[in-house]
């Protein structure tokens, strides 16, 4: 899997957006990048995933530079419920998904 | 059924003891995956099985670690002689064959060896 870098850890006012970083320099040119989050508890949720343009669905969008080398999450209206930990990866031809530490995302009123 | 399913939801055994694990996968999901997650830790990748593919048993840690799926259903992950650092969840998943963003996850068996 091309590695991936993230912070550790970002905080968010409610109602703000919530901008997650993520560095995947040695992507090749075929993978895609895909988030998933995981709430205290439960297992991982898929977010949204990319390749080279940026992506829109109901829960964040995605915007990945035209080198390809690093994205960002957004979630336009984080809510007290984002608070959750998010997940960058960035898969090879292995398939399945690598999860790394990812960025702990604490919400707050 | 709707979701992955696991059992059992937690699991407390004695150092020593051998566990039995199980996933059902959602029906018609060809890719099942096993992951553990320890306290305050991220999910490492145990393994992953494909149709009737050989299965990639690379994230295995030990020997004592064993996983089995039946055709494209139920599987099984069994630890022998447990040790107290096999204290984790393990995480199911499933998904149809290459669907890397449909992954589904189970809730997780919380294991506890005592």
């Known amino acids: 899997d091309a590695k991936t870098t993230q912070p550790p850890s970002m905080d968010c006012a409610e109602g703000r957006a919530a901008n997650l970083p993520c560095n995947h320099s040695?992507?090749?040119?075929?993978?895609?990048v895909y988030w998933y989050r995981q709430i205290h508890s439960q297992g991982p949720q898929y977010i949204i995933h990319?390749?080279?343009n940026n992506e829109t669905n109901e829960m964040a969008s995605l915007i990945i530079t035209e080198d390809r080398k690093s994205s960002t999450l957004i979630l336009p209206h984080a809510t007290l419920r984002d608070t959750a930990v998010y997940y960058c990866?960035?898969?090879?031809?292995?398939?399945?998904?690598?999860f790394g530490q990812g960025t702990e995302l604490s919400v707050k009123p | 059924g709707a979701g992955v399913s696991q059992s059992p939801s937690n699991k407390v055994t004695e150092k020593g003891k051998d566990v039995e694990l199980r996933c059902d996968p959602i029906?018609?999901?060809?890719?099942l995956y096993w992951y553990r997650q320890r306290l305050g830790q991220g999910l490492e990748f145990l393994i992953y099985?494909?149709?009737?593919?050989?299965?990639?048993k690379s994230g295995l840690p030990s020997d004592r670690f064993s996983a089995e799926r039946t055709g494209e259903s139920v599987s099984t992950l069994t630890i022998q002689r447990t040790q107290q650092e096999d204290s984790a969840v393990y995480l199911c998943?499933?998904?149809?064959?290459?669907?890397?963003?449909?992954?589904?996850f189970g809730s997780g068996t919380r294991l506890t060896v005592v």
């Open positions: 998943a499933s998904s149809l064959a290459g669907a890397m963003g449909g992954y589904t």
């Open positions: 040695t992507i090749s040119g075929n993978e895609y």
């Open positions: 990319g390749l080279k």
């Open positions: 990866i960035a898969p090879n031809q292995g398939g399945k998904l690598i």
């Open positions: 029906s018609g999901h060809t890719a």
């Open positions: 099985f494909q149709g009737n593919s050989a299965p990639d």
